[in-house]
């Protein structure tokens, strides 16, 4: 079992940067792809920024983020970091955790084996 605890959401205006970051419990946190997804009111959960399992060399951006987010892995403090800069109020949502085991790319699937309790994101425009 693993638990996921988010933290680091908040409001910030159009243009800010936020910080979210991923804690794990266990053992086995590298054997996990992690990834960020979020959601929206009234829309579906979709990702974000996905890093691979093991030494995180792969990563996945969904093209409205490139440039914007960058996921990094920390295997030793069992941590995942979403940095977000020039945020847009479109990208208003809860953001959640999750994690996919032994996955080599960045692109998680919906179906993944955990989640966080999600953090919410809000931006002011």
């Known amino acids: 079992q693993v638990q996921l605890v988010e933290s680091g959401g908040g409001l910030v205006q159009a243009g800010g940067s936020l910080r979210l970051s991923c804690t794990a419990s266990?053992?086995?946190?590298?054997?996990?792809?992690m990834g960020w997804f979020r959601q929206a009111p009234g829309k579906e959960r979709k990702l974000v920024a996905g890093?691979?399992?093991?030494?995180?060399?792969?990563?996945y951006d969904a093209d409205s983020m490139k440039g914007r987010f960058t996921i990094t892995r920390d295997n030793a403090k069992n941590t995942v970091v979403l940095q977000m800069n020039s945020l847009k109020p479109e990208d208003t949502a809860v953001y959640y955790c999750?994690?996919?085991?032994?996955?080599?790319?960045?692109?998680?699937?919906?179906?993944?084996?955990?989640w966080g309790q999600g953090t919410q994101v809000a931006v002011s425009s």
């Open positions: 266990g053992r086995t946190f590298s054997w996990y792809a």
């Open positions: 999750a994690a996919k085991r032994l996955v080599a790319t960045g692109h998680l699937p919906n179906d993944v084996d955990y």
């Open positions: 890093i691979s399992s093991w030494s995180g060399s792969n990563t």
